[in-house]
Protein backbone atom coordinates (compact mmCIF):
# COMPACT_ATOMS: atom_id res chain seq x y z
CA UNK A 1 0.00 0.00 0.00
CA UNK A 2 1.20 3.81 -1.04
CA UNK A 3 2.38 5.82 1.79
CA UNK A 4 2.79 9.52 1.66
CA UNK A 5 5.35 11.59 3.12
CA UNK A 6 5.76 15.47 3.31
CA UNK A 7 7.57 18.12 5.41
CA UNK A 8 5.23 18.89 8.79
CA UNK A 9 5.87 23.16 8.30
CA UNK A 10 7.72 25.24 5.92
CA UNK A 11 8.05 29.16 6.11
CA UNK A 12 8.41 32.00 3.33
CA UNK A 13 7.88 35.14 2.39
CA UNK A 14 5.79 36.68 -0.29
CA UNK A 15 6.93 36.77 -3.74
CA UNK A 16 8.57 34.20 -3.46
CA UNK A 17 8.41 30.44 -5.21
CA UNK A 18 7.49 27.54 -3.13
CA UNK A 19 8.20 23.86 -3.65
CA UNK A 20 6.87 20.88 -1.38
CA UNK A 21 8.18 18.14 -2.18
CA UNK A 22 5.73 15.05 -1.45
CA UNK A 23 7.45 11.21 -1.09
CA UNK A 24 5.73 7.74 -2.80
CA UNK A 25 7.84 5.51 -2.66
CA UNK A 26 5.84 2.75 -3.28
CA UNK A 27 2.96 4.44 -5.59
CA UNK A 28 0.86 1.58 -7.92
CA UNK A 29 1.13 1.91 -11.50
CA UNK A 30 -2.18 3.63 -11.71
CA UNK A 31 -2.04 5.90 -9.75
CA UNK A 32 -2.55 9.67 -9.58
CA UNK A 33 -1.11 12.27 -8.00
CA UNK A 34 -3.22 15.57 -6.52
CA UNK A 35 -2.51 18.33 -4.11
CA UNK A 36 -5.17 19.84 -2.20
CA UNK A 37 -5.05 23.30 -0.37
CA UNK A 38 -7.14 23.60 3.39
CA UNK A 39 -7.82 26.62 5.09
CA UNK A 40 -8.82 26.46 8.68
CA UNK A 41 -12.43 25.26 8.65
CA UNK A 42 -12.85 24.55 5.57
CA UNK A 43 -12.34 21.54 3.36
CA UNK A 44 -9.48 20.99 0.98
CA UNK A 45 -10.05 22.35 -2.71
CA UNK A 46 -8.04 20.96 -5.50
CA UNK A 47 -4.54 22.55 -6.58
CA UNK A 48 -3.54 20.42 -9.38
CA UNK A 49 -3.02 16.68 -10.72
CA UNK A 50 -0.17 14.83 -12.71
CA UNK A 51 1.04 11.19 -13.45
CA UNK A 52 3.96 12.37 -14.79
CA UNK A 53 6.58 14.90 -16.25
CA UNK A 54 5.44 18.47 -15.55
CA UNK A 55 1.77 20.12 -15.25
CA UNK A 56 0.85 23.53 -14.86
CA UNK A 57 -1.71 25.68 -14.04
CA UNK A 58 -3.24 29.09 -13.38
CA UNK A 59 -2.03 28.54 -9.61
CA UNK A 60 0.80 25.46 -9.28
CA UNK A 61 3.06 23.46 -10.92
CA UNK A 62 3.85 19.71 -10.39
CA UNK A 63 6.76 18.51 -11.04
CA UNK A 64 6.75 14.21 -11.23
CA UNK A 65 10.27 12.29 -11.76
CA UNK A 66 9.76 9.58 -14.09
CA UNK A 67 10.31 6.93 -11.77
CA UNK A 68 7.36 9.20 -10.11
CA UNK A 69 8.38 8.08 -6.20
CA UNK A 70 7.73 11.59 -5.40
CA UNK A 71 6.03 14.48 -6.58
CA UNK A 72 6.82 18.60 -6.26
CA UNK A 73 3.76 21.47 -5.80
CA UNK A 74 5.59 24.65 -6.77
CA UNK A 75 3.59 27.60 -6.14
CA UNK A 76 5.30 31.31 -7.55
CA UNK A 77 5.11 34.29 -5.81
CA UNK A 78 3.40 33.21 -3.09
CA UNK A 79 0.97 35.72 -1.49
CA UNK A 80 -0.35 35.66 2.16
CA UNK A 81 -3.21 34.22 1.41
CA UNK A 82 -1.31 30.96 0.08
CA UNK A 83 -0.93 30.38 4.03
CA UNK A 84 -2.76 27.23 4.37
CA UNK A 85 -1.88 23.49 5.13
CA UNK A 86 -1.48 21.84 1.56
CA UNK A 87 -1.78 18.29 1.06
CA UNK A 88 -0.80 15.31 -1.36
CA UNK A 89 -2.64 12.31 -2.40
CA UNK A 90 -2.13 9.35 -4.36
CA UNK A 91 -4.54 5.93 -5.17
CA UNK A 92 -7.79 5.10 -5.69
CA UNK A 93 -7.46 1.80 -7.91
CA UNK A 94 -7.90 -1.63 -7.39
CA UNK A 95 -3.77 -1.58 -7.38
CA UNK A 96 -4.02 0.50 -4.50
CA UNK A 97 -7.04 -1.89 -2.55
CA UNK A 98 -9.41 1.44 -3.20
CA UNK A 99 -7.68 3.03 -0.65
CA UNK A 100 -6.77 6.81 -1.09
CA UNK A 101 -3.43 7.90 0.71
CA UNK A 102 -3.08 11.33 1.64
CA UNK A 103 -0.01 12.73 2.93
CA UNK A 104 -0.36 14.76 6.74
CA UNK A 105 -0.28 17.82 5.21
CA UNK A 106 2.36 20.08 4.93
CA UNK A 107 1.76 23.93 7.29
CA UNK A 108 2.86 26.61 4.77
CA UNK A 109 2.72 30.06 6.72
CA UNK A 110 4.14 33.07 4.57
CA UNK A 111 5.30 36.16 6.46
CA UNK A 112 4.86 39.36 4.55
CA UNK B 1 -26.73 21.84 -6.52
CA UNK B 2 -24.71 24.14 -5.69
CA UNK B 3 -21.98 22.21 -3.77
CA UNK B 4 -21.79 19.37 -1.28
CA UNK B 5 -23.56 20.18 2.00
CA UNK B 6 -23.49 18.57 5.17
CA UNK B 7 -25.45 18.41 8.14
CA UNK B 8 -25.52 18.69 11.22
CA UNK B 9 -22.55 21.35 10.89
CA UNK B 10 -21.95 21.16 15.04
CA UNK B 11 -22.90 18.04 16.62
CA UNK B 12 -22.55 17.64 20.37
CA UNK B 13 -23.46 14.25 22.09
CA UNK B 14 -23.00 12.39 25.16
CA UNK B 15 -20.34 9.34 25.23
CA UNK B 16 -22.02 6.35 24.41
CA UNK B 17 -25.25 7.91 22.39
CA UNK B 18 -25.11 7.43 18.40
CA UNK B 19 -24.99 9.89 15.95
CA UNK B 20 -25.42 10.34 12.55
CA UNK B 21 -23.88 12.43 10.00
CA UNK B 22 -25.35 13.47 6.38
CA UNK B 23 -24.10 13.99 3.65
CA UNK B 24 -25.86 15.67 0.06
CA UNK B 25 -23.32 15.77 -2.71
CA UNK B 26 -22.91 17.48 -6.12
CA UNK B 27 -26.00 17.27 -8.01
CA UNK B 28 -24.85 14.03 -10.94
CA UNK B 29 -21.70 13.21 -8.74
CA UNK B 30 -21.86 9.54 -8.40
CA UNK B 31 -18.64 8.97 -5.76
CA UNK B 32 -18.92 9.82 -2.34
CA UNK B 33 -16.02 9.88 0.15
CA UNK B 34 -15.88 9.94 3.76
CA UNK B 35 -13.01 11.33 6.05
CA UNK B 36 -12.46 12.14 9.40
CA UNK B 37 -10.26 14.96 10.24
CA UNK B 38 -8.72 15.08 13.82
CA UNK B 39 -7.81 18.52 15.41
CA UNK B 40 -4.25 19.51 13.82
CA UNK B 41 -4.46 16.40 11.79
CA UNK B 42 -4.43 15.33 8.41
CA UNK B 43 -7.23 13.57 6.87
CA UNK B 44 -7.92 9.68 7.62
CA UNK B 45 -9.74 8.54 4.78
CA UNK B 46 -12.99 6.04 6.16
CA UNK B 47 -14.69 4.75 3.41
CA UNK B 48 -16.18 5.72 -1.00
CA UNK B 49 -19.30 4.83 -2.41
CA UNK B 50 -19.16 4.25 -6.49
CA UNK B 51 -23.32 4.46 -6.60
CA UNK B 52 -25.00 2.67 -3.49
CA UNK B 53 -21.59 0.57 -3.42
CA UNK B 54 -18.92 0.62 -1.23
CA UNK B 55 -15.49 -1.59 -2.72
CA UNK B 56 -13.94 -1.27 0.67
CA UNK B 57 -14.70 -0.86 4.52
CA UNK B 58 -11.73 -1.53 5.83
CA UNK B 59 -11.34 2.26 6.26
CA UNK B 60 -14.18 2.53 9.00
CA UNK B 61 -12.34 2.50 12.61
CA UNK B 62 -14.39 0.24 14.18
CA UNK B 63 -17.66 -1.98 13.84
CA UNK B 64 -19.49 1.56 15.72
CA UNK B 65 -19.20 2.80 12.51
CA UNK B 66 -21.43 2.05 9.45
CA UNK B 67 -22.33 4.41 6.19
CA UNK B 68 -24.74 3.50 3.59
CA UNK B 69 -25.67 5.65 0.49
CA UNK B 70 -29.69 5.19 -1.09
CA UNK B 71 -30.67 6.01 -4.00
CA UNK B 72 -26.77 7.21 -5.16
CA UNK B 73 -27.35 10.62 -3.76
CA UNK B 74 -27.08 11.06 0.04
CA UNK B 75 -25.20 9.73 2.32
CA UNK B 76 -24.90 9.12 5.72
CA UNK B 77 -22.46 7.82 8.38
CA UNK B 78 -23.65 6.71 11.72
CA UNK B 79 -21.08 6.36 14.76
CA UNK B 80 -22.94 4.20 17.53
CA UNK B 81 -22.25 4.05 20.95
CA UNK B 82 -20.08 7.25 20.51
CA UNK B 83 -16.42 7.61 21.98
CA UNK B 84 -14.83 10.68 23.17
CA UNK B 85 -11.80 9.37 21.04
CA UNK B 86 -14.57 10.19 18.15
CA UNK B 87 -14.32 13.52 18.15
CA UNK B 88 -13.43 15.35 15.31
CA UNK B 89 -14.59 17.05 12.34
CA UNK B 90 -16.32 14.75 9.36
CA UNK B 91 -15.90 15.52 6.17
CA UNK B 92 -17.58 14.37 3.20
CA UNK B 93 -16.23 14.93 -1.16
CA UNK B 94 -17.81 13.68 -3.96
CA UNK B 95 -16.39 13.53 -7.52
CA UNK B 96 -18.33 12.64 -10.83
CA UNK B 97 -16.76 9.01 -11.26
CA UNK B 98 -14.75 7.36 -8.68
CA UNK B 99 -11.29 7.66 -9.61
CA UNK B 100 -7.32 8.64 -8.98
CA UNK B 101 -7.73 11.63 -11.95
CA UNK B 102 -11.26 12.30 -10.32
CA UNK B 103 -11.46 16.03 -8.58
CA UNK B 104 -13.03 15.59 -4.91
CA UNK B 105 -15.18 18.27 -3.77
CA UNK B 106 -15.63 18.74 0.02
CA UNK B 107 -18.64 20.23 1.97
CA UNK B 108 -17.76 22.18 5.23
CA UNK B 109 -18.02 19.40 7.39
CA UNK B 110 -19.57 18.00 10.99
CA UNK B 111 -17.73 19.10 13.80
CA UNK B 112 -18.52 15.83 16.62
CA UNK B 113 -17.79 16.61 19.76
CA UNK B 114 -18.58 13.78 22.37
CA UNK B 115 -18.61 14.73 26.09
Known amino acids: LAKTTQPISMDSYEGQEVNITCSHNNIATNDYITWYQQFPSQGPRFIIQGYKTKVTNEVASLFIPADRKSSTLSLPRVSLSDTAVYYC?????????????WGAGTKLIIKP | GAGVSQSPSNKVTEKGKDVELRCDPI?????LYWYRQSLGQGLEFLIY????????KSGLPSDRFSAERTGGSVSTLTIQRTQQEDSAVYLCASSLVAGAQETQYFGPGTRLLVL
Open chain 2, 49 to 56: FQGNSAPD
Open chain 2, 27 to 31: SGHTA
Open chain 1, 89 to 101: LVGLGPDSNYQLI
